[in-house]
């Protein structure tokens, strides 16, 4: 494939829709046409249901509204899924809470007289929740405006596309959808030993707390856990890791993660990595004690159990359906988010793709343009782009280094550190780096942009110029034509680039 066919990551994929007509008319449900033919009379009809009222079920619900569909959307608990109520925008909300409170504790080097006299963490929690309660009226009222059918209840789903709905007020509906796509998202992992409750909490219980945990011990060293730590330890909390693999932020490039590792420590985050925990035992003081099978016990008021989490398809029914669930609980489907079952795609945490709310999104997208017979581009899951908002903050699009010799690339990289960036330098935010991974053409120049990744201050809003060239298969020469604001943070991504056409202004 040629690198202009591809377009912002995706690779576009025209559909046979004489063949996908062909193909339905001989299945189950459908006339010789190729048209559905099974409607129940008992169920409100609609050309899409969707279960699931999170990132990719709202996403879905409004894309298919917008494009003339009638939809039904059927969430049990609040819309905005994990991502709005008990996700990324809580947890960014508390992080950003610690940062006004590192800022102040740094304000006396701007000249500003200003101290600390403590977080009082329910006006944060009261903060986080008008953001919630804000986002999830907006998008309330998007159901309404764009008049899609939203159901408060447990939906399952049965054969030919009908989906029972146990509804919050203990009656029962029903509906059939000409297509269906599933999108009932995760819920975090447990361990056994660790019960949920009290002073052992996931990330649900956390984002309610009203007041900050004097010592915290975060199980797992991921995105989600650095991102607690983080938050912790610069609202005052004694914050230890503890990460079964040999370092934290596995997958992540050395040079980026090293960055994390340094500025943690300089938060004396304590970092436990290569070890097993085998069990908890609550102290007399109150106090709970994590044992290892090796090493010494780590005491906390608070265990944060952060190893991930699981798909949720325990309350989808499925029975006499051909829809697919793996051992591991994750629906099974295709490039194109389809499931066995004719008709229904399923998205989001649900599958087997990168637990990403905008993962969700552009598979919602997938699925509806590709139900309406419309060209459709399968996400390419090696080039989406990832963020990570602790402090330093983490974003990345594209193999890191290592991951591109693996799959075979000769390359050329360039690192520059953001201490060498003015705007980096006004703003006191000087940890951090921009690493450029390209191809290298045969007279040994760098060629096309494979991987582009940042670590230090408001990386994730700088990814974006990255993610593209990634993904249009830019090359170093067209992406150093690129003029950059400044002084601005992005001047550094500019500056590496340029650096990898053999010329340079600052290095
Ligand atoms: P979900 O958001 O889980 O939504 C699924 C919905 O389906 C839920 O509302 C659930 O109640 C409902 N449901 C389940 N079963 C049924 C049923 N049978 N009938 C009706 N309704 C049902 N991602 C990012 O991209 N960026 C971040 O910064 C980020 N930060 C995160 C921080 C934390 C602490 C956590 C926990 C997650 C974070 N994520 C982040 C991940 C992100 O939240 C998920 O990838 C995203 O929410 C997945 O969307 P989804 O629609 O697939 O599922």
Redesign the pocket.
């Known amino acids: 494939m040629r690198s202009r066919d591809f377009v912002g990551g995706l690779v576009a994929v025209v559909p046979d829709v004489t063949l996908s007509r062909w193909l339905d008319a001989g299945r189950d449900g459908y006339d010789k046409k190729g048209k559905l033919s099974e409607r129940d009379p008992l169920a409100d009809q609609f050309d899409l249901v969707v ?7 709202y996403a879905s619900a409004f894309y298919a509204a917008s494009a003339g569909m009638k939809v039904a959307l ?5 819309i905005g ?3 709005l109520n ?3 925008i809580p ?2 909300a508390f992080l950003e809470t610690a940062a006004a409170n590192r800022h102040v504790a740094h304000a006396s080097e701007f000249g500003v007289k200003a101290t600390s006299a403590g977080v009082d963490f329910s006006v944060s929690q009261a903060r986080k929740a008008r953001i919630v309660d804000g986002l999830v009226k907006g998008l309330s009222g998007l159901t309404k405006s764009k008049k899609v059918s939203y159901f408060l ?4 789903l049965e054969a030919n596309r009908i989906v029972n709905i146990a509804m919050a007020d203990g009656s029962v509906q029903k509906v059939q959808g000409s297509k269906v796509i599933l ?4 819920v ?1 992992r447990t361990i056994k030993g660790f019960p949920i409750g009290g002073s052992i909490m996931t ?1 649900d219980e956390v ?1 309610m707390l009203s007041t900050i945990p004097k010592r915290i011990a975060i199980i797992g060293g991921g995105a ?1 856990g650095c ?1 607690f730590a983080s938050t912790f330890a610069d609202l005052g909390s004694t914050v230890t890791i503890i990460e079964g693999a040999p370092k934290i932020l596995p997958g992540l490039d050395p040079d980026v993660a090293n960055v994390v590792v340094k500025t943690f420590a300089k938060k004396q985050i304590a970092i436990r990595t290569g070890v097993v925990v085998s069990g908890q035992n609550k102290q007399p003081d109150g106090s709970t004690q994590i044992t290892f099978t090796t090493g010494d016990p780590v005491v906390c008021d608070v265990v944060i159990m952060s190893i991930g ?1 699981r798909p ?1 398809a325990d ?2 029914g499925l029975k006499g359906t051909a829809v697919k669930v793996d051992d591991r609980g994750f629906v099974v489907v295709d490039e194109l988010c389809r499931t066995g079952e004719p008709d229904v795609y399923a ?4 599958i087997n793709t990168p ?4 993962v ?1 999104y552009a598979e919602a997208i997938l699925a509806v343009k590709h139900m309406r017979g419309e060209s459709v581009v399968p996400v390419m899951y090696d080039r989406v782009p990832w ?1 990570i ?1 602790c402090h330093p903050e983490v974003a990345w699009a594209g193999p890191s280094e290592e991951q591109a010799r693996a799959a075979g690339h000769e390359v050329v990289v360039a690192k520059h550190q953001f201490r060498a960036n003015s705007r980096a330098m006004i703003l006191g935010e000087t940890d951090g780096l921009v690493k450029v991974i390209a191809k290298k053409n045969r007279d040994g120049s760098a060629g096309q942009v494979l991987g582009v990744h940042m670590v230090g201050p408001w990386v994730t809003e700088q990814l974006a110029g990255g993610y593209l060239a990634v993904n249009w298969e830019a090359s170093v020469d067209e992406i150093a034509e690129f003029i950059m604001p400044h002084p601005s943070l992005s001047e550094l991504f500019g500056e590496t680039v340029l650096s990898l056409t053999g010329r340079s202004f600052n290095a």
Do not use: M, N, V
């Open positions: 279960i699931g009222g999170g990132p990719g079920g059927i969430e049990r608990d609040t899924g994990t991502c008990r996700g990324c947890a960014k209840g447990t939906g399952s999108a009932s998202g995760s975090p990330s984002l989600i991102e989490r949720f309350e989808l998205i989001g945490d649900l637990q990403l709310a905008h969700a963020a908002y």
